[in-house]
């Protein structure tokens, strides 16, 4: 369902971002990303969902083109994947399932985020979402009064409440103690076993790459440099 073929990334002043990268990733995979900082983690999972754009070869996400996607039909084509940032991206002094929210409706302004006008449908919808990442119980509470893990959730529910296929998260846990950090991992994985979402999730902690996913890609330099089932990596990489 993600498919890239010999592709490359070369930023506007010149930088590499990707060289030459072939990848096919199946619906229900969970990814890890690893790779030290500058490796082009965040380039790679930024292309699939076309906020990078590439600049050799194709990328085909769900038989769509990626490149040639503009306007409207990006923002269509966005709603299938979902994005989950280290820093959450939340909005601060709105309520939980505000944040949450507002994923149902795609580039929704900030008076909307506060003061707009939800379906019960939806609400159902962002209260499962809050459900399934534990925090229900927040679901009424200020964004910024959560503990980073809780806001980190929140984070995951938005993208789950958007009914992405596809859930892409560019290191959800590096900000995180080391007990919360697995605590999101567990949401992750459980999600991807309930839900059959494909995971991709940058992280260079790499121990914690090999516990919880299932396939590991490693990226140095732009290229991959590994990629195989989790179970098979040994100390070299
Ligand atoms: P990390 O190591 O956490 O992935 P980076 O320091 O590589 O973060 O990048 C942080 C942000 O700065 C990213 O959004 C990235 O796109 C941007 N960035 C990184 N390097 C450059 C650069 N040489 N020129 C412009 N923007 C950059
Ligand atoms: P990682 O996520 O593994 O830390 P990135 O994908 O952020 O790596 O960066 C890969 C390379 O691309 C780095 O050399 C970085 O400086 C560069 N880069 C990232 N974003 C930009 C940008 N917006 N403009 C120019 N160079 C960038």
Same mark, same amino acid.
């Given at each position: 369902?993600?498919k890239?073929?010999?592709?490359?990334?070369?930023?506007?002043?010149?930088?590499? *971002?990707? +060289?030459?990268?072939?990848?096919?990733?199946?619906?229900?995979?969970?990814?890890?990303?690893?790779?030290?900082?500058?490796?082009?983690?965040?380039?790679?999972? /930024?292309?699939?969902?076309?906020?990078?754009?590439?600049?050799?070869? !194709?990328?085909?996400?769900? +038989?769509?083109?990626?490149?040639?996607?503009?306007?409207?039909?990006?923002?269509?084509? $966005?709603?299938?994947?979902?994005?989950?940032?280290?820093?959450y991206?939340? =909005?601060? /002094?709105?309520?939980?399932?505000r944040?949450?929210?507002?994923?149902?409706?795609?580039n929704m302004?900030?008076?909307? =985020?506060?003061? *707009?006008?939800?379906?019960?449908?939806?609400? #159902?919808?962002?209260?499962?979402?809050?459900?399934?990442?534990?925090?229900?119980?927040?679901?009424?509470?200020?964004?910024?009064? #959560?503990?980073?893990g809780?806001?980190?959730?929140?984070?995951?529910?938005?993208?789950?409440?958007? &009914?992405?296929?596809?859930? #892409?998260? &560019?290191?959800?846990?590096?900000? #995180?103690?080391?007990?919360?950090a697995?605590?999101?991992?567990?949401?992750?994985?459980?999600?991807?076993?309930e839900l059959?979402?494909?995971?991709?999730?940058?992280i260079?902690?790499?121990?914690?790459?090999?516990?919880? !996913?299932?396939?590991?890609?490693a990226?140095?330099?732009? $290229?991959?440099v590994?990629? *195989?089932?989790?179970?098979?990596? !040994?100390?070299? =990489?």
């Amino acid at each position: 369902m993600i498919k890239f073929e010999n592709v490359s990334k070369v930023y506007p002043n010149g930088t590499r *971002g990707l +060289e030459d990268v072939n990848l096919e990733i199946q619906q229900g995979e969970f990814i890890g990303i690893i790779g030290t900082s500058g490796a082009g983690k965040s380039t790679l999972i /930024r292309t699939i969902n076309g906020l990078n754009n590439v600049t050799e070869g !194709t990328l085909m996400v769900n +038989e769509t083109n990626v490149a040639q996607l503009r306007g409207k039909a990006l923002r269509e084509f $966005r709603k299938n994947v979902g994005m989950i940032f280290q820093s959450y991206n939340l =909005v601060p /002094r709105v309520s939980v399932i505000r944040n949450v929210l507002s994923s149902r409706v795609p580039n929704m302004s900030f008076l909307s =985020v506060c003061f *707009g006008l939800f379906s019960k449908a939806d609400k #159902l919808k962002a209260l499962d979402a809050l459900n399934r990442v534990g925090i229900l119980d927040k679901a009424y509470i200020r964004a910024d009064q #959560l503990s980073g893990g809780q806001q980190q959730r929140v984070s995951l529910a938005r993208a789950l409440a958007q &009914d992405a296929d596809i859930l #892409l998260a &560019d290191e959800p846990v590096a900000a #995180l103690d080391p007990v919360t950090a697995r605590e999101v991992m567990d949401d992750f994985k459980r999600i991807n076993k309930e839900l059959n979402k494909t995971v991709l999730i940058n992280i260079h902690h790499v121990e914690l790459a090999l516990e919880y !996913t299932d396939r590991i890609i490693a990226v140095k330099k732009g $290229r991959i440099v590994f990629d *195989g089932p989790s179970s098979s990596v !040994t100390q070299q =990489v």
